[in-house]
């Protein structure tokens, strides 16, 4: 079974840090994808990658960088984490874009 | 741009069967998939239609009517294990084919 890890369940971090959120997958898929879920929102897309070095502005990148040095990891960095950033980030992987998306158990991020 | 319409909440007894709608509006269309989320898990693929029709895989089935930009995912012998939220999702041909969420229907099964 492919397996997509995210590095931590649980994450608080305070205004104005500087974060790190770590997605390893272990299929050797391209694509990546990182999400973030909010009540009543559903899930959005923030950045994507379908190769190493390449990146993608999601719909709401706006706060976010992405790095995708190797193609097992992409890493979501949020540049100085703000109050309404505070949400559960999902990072999923695809083979192929006509297959499903596997996604990683999430990182519930709290900042305060 | 594009936007998906799915009810909120859909409420069902153990062993009835259940369909959750979902209505699409992309500017370019690849095909439509459903997802499943148990409380605090991860969403997890259920079913990818790229042409018109059912497809059927056990107790669930998803169908798709690409004219009328219209889709359900049917779960049927509904058991208590079922409720969750199901996503429905586009992959919109002219935004590189990624996937685009819906909001989300909360099924609640009851006994």
């Known amino acids: 079974d492919v397996k997509v890890t995210q590095s931590s369940r649980y994450l608080v971090k305070r205004t104005g840090e500087k974060v790190f959120l770590e997605c390893v997958q272990d299929?050797?898929?391209?694509?990546m994808f990182w999400y973030r879920q909010d009540p009543g929102l559903g899930l959005r897309l923030i950045y994507f990658?379908?190769?190493?070095?390449?990146?993608e502005k999601g719909d709401i990148p706006e706060g976010y960088s992405v790095s995708r040095e190797k193609k097992e990891r992409f890493s979501l960095i949020l540049e100085s984490a703000s109050t309404n950033q505070t949400s559960m980030y999902l990072c999923?992987?695809?083979?192929?874009?006509?297959?499903?998306?596997?996604f990683g158990s999430g990182t519930r991020l709290t900042v305060v | 741009g594009q936007s998906l319409e799915q009810p909120s909440e859909v409420t069902a007894v153990e062993g009835a069967i259940v369909q959750i709608n979902c209505t699409y509006q992309?500017?370019?269309?690849?095909?439509l998939s459903w997802y499943q989320q148990h409380d605090g898990g991860a969403p997890t693929f259920l079913s990818y239609?790229?042409?018109?029709g059912l497809e059927e895989t056990g107790r669930f089935s998803s169908f798709l009517s690409r004219s009328d930009s219209y889709g359900y995912l049917l779960l049927q012998e509904l058991q208590m294990k079922d409720s969750a939220s199901y996503f429905c999702?586009?992959?919109?041909?002219?935004?590189?084919?990624?996937?685009?969420f819906g909001q989300g229907t909360e099924l609640s099964v009851k006994p």
């Open positions: 999923a992987s695809t083979r192929s874009r006509d297959y499903g998306y596997t």
């Open positions: 299929m050797d898929h391209e694509n």
């Open positions: 990658s379908y190769d190493v070095k390449m990146k």
């Open positions: 992309t500017s370019g269309f690849y095909g």
């Open positions: 239609n790229a042409l018109d």
């Open positions: 999702a586009v992959r919109d041909k002219n935004q590189g084919g990624k996937l685009i």
